[in-house]
């Protein structure tokens, strides 16, 4: 079995980088080459017909058949003359990935590539077993998928790719894409009408998203070599190596050449297909990168991080390596997250969260900024339902990365101006008077991109110009979170309009009803903010004492969903109604469900086929010695102390086996989707995990390097 780790290891070893040279010199000559996007429309469709979709993309109107015909010809010659033979509808089922179904161009029938306006707008993918938590059943109806005209159109490999949202015939949303959508709808309307206090030239607000992408990459040929990475992307056991990441040398070090090689061919994959990446930097922890793409609209920045993560995973095997999106792949260094940068910007070109040099504009900015604040402090718990998934649960609060309790960091510039906003309650303003002065909103610096001030340790940060929502999962499809955030800003900023028409409405002047209204939320909204170090106990408990949801495990995380308060959200704005929610909670316990058990079985196939045969044998050779040394009449004890402790060990990896598995017999049988996953997270996850990998872990230094079956952490991490 060793014998499979040293191959694993000297292949790792001798392996070279694969310099690939891009398919021209400059980025501008082969950006969005493989992109159908509204330049490539403008260019190959007739002017009134490009003028109707470019009409419809902006407004979210419907495309008539007459028009989708047009776009399907035009992008079907396109496409032909770059070698692409099929085209699928591609969507963003539950289960967190991507999926597609190929169907060819070319018609038998008649001999030659057809492509209609109604295969381009709808299509029914053979999609019944994609999760459904029990709207659709499988053998009455499948779901259908129809075009979101917004995501520009892509060429991979050999197929055309159509972005496509997936619902069920009865309507229901089984996906990421549908209720983001519409939250990016709803935020858009509340947004646009608030900002008319501002500005009546506003039209259109957009959510704005930069996902910054970190990753691991192992070797290919060691990453095979275990069992626990290839079944679920991470390590169960592993001890921690000598050198970790305590000297922090990896950080923005220079990328070793292998990984650069990769990330930049993978860069320029993306750069054919429109995804703008443009920073690429070493993360923390030994082998670990991020990648980052320029902002883009909500839900283009959505389908890009999704694609951008399956073009990583494909053209990192032709550079024998594998990528690893899991929050936590390896024990004692840094996980995985992906920091969504979220923020508004009108069709004018003003992003609501910039601060400026005038006065006017910066009641604005403080009436964005202070109702997002606002939503994150009511709705924490659906924010953290949000990001909730097995593997992002070992990483949150794992000391390396925010903790499950949200809190927003605003830095102390900002803390100043709504401290002075919320104690001057009292202020009178006078006609003539100077309000902005008296309130000291003129003060707000014209750029607050205050670097020193950055705290990394909170999960919802303002970082100048934008807020950073950094607790989502390395793995997660961002659509969730984006959604969420979205509709909760959307629904505050509605509430916030009513209270301040209200007030206007009495006859107060507008400028202080708004002010007025922003004080009451400053004060209500406090507590979730926090600047201090979010890693730190004392931070949970503060948190505790402010009342703010520390929800540890998915499975009572996704229990926000089903509140009464949240029910309601989601239904007002039409972004998800109550069966959606449920069915969503359901699918997403059951996916819990699968991963925990999947963890559980390849942590017990391990211990009981691994690691103790390797003790055993081990031990064995020990006690041979340990004979013999007595035979030759020599003090043994040294040699028996390590038997015993070997014995010990394999003890504490059966005895917790043995029980973990009759647990899970238990478990497995309860009816309840929910109960389950409550009990695979309190029971099999953690009363089991830690105490198992403590004993392998023990073990692994007891044993014989040579004889040691799984790939060390210091050969995942270390060989280049
Ligand atoms: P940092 O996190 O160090 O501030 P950047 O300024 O490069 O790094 O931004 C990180 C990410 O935030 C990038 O993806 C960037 O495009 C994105 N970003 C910048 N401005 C905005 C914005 N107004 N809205 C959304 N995302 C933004
Ligand atoms: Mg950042």
Redesign the pocket.
Known sequence: MAQLRFNAVMEATARQPLEVAPPAPKISQYFKQNCFDLDKMKETLAPEVYKRVKYCISQGKKIDIETADAVAAAVKSWAITKGVTHYTHWFQPLTGTTAEKHDSFFNALDGIEKFKGSALVQQEPDASSFPSGGIRNTFEARGYTAWDPSSPIFLWSTTLCIPTIFVSYTGEALDYKAPLLKAIEAVDKAATAVCKYFDREVSRVAA?????QEYFLVDKSLYNARPDLVMGQKTVFGHAPARGQQLEDHYFGSIQPRAYAYMKDFETECLKLGI?V??RHNEVAPSQFEA?????EANV?TDHNLLMMDVMRKVAEKHNLMVIFHEKPFAQVNGSGK???????TDTGV?L??PSSSARENLQFLTFFVNTIKAVHEYAALLRASIASAGNDYRLGANEAPPAIISVFIGSELTEVLNELETNGNIKIEKGDNMYMKLGIDKIPEII?D?TD?NRTSPFAF????F?FRAVGGNANIGGPVALLNLIVAEQLTKFKESVDAEIAKGTEKRLAIVNVLRTYIKESKDVRFEGDGYSDEWVKEAERRGLPNVKDTPQALEAYLDKKSIEVFGKHGVLNEKELHARCEILWENYIKKVQIESRVMGDLALNHIIPTAIAYQNKLIHNAQGLKELGLDNTSVMKVISKITEHMDGVRINVIEMINERKRVNKLEDTHKKAVEYAEIIKNKYFDKIRYHVDKLELYVDNEDWPLVKYRELLFIK
């Open positions: 704005s998203v930069g996902a910054e703008p443009s920073t980052a793409p320029l902002f883009e920045a920091h969504c940068n979220w923020s508004l910007i992003n969260f910039q991109l670097n950055r970082t100048g110009n934008k950073e």
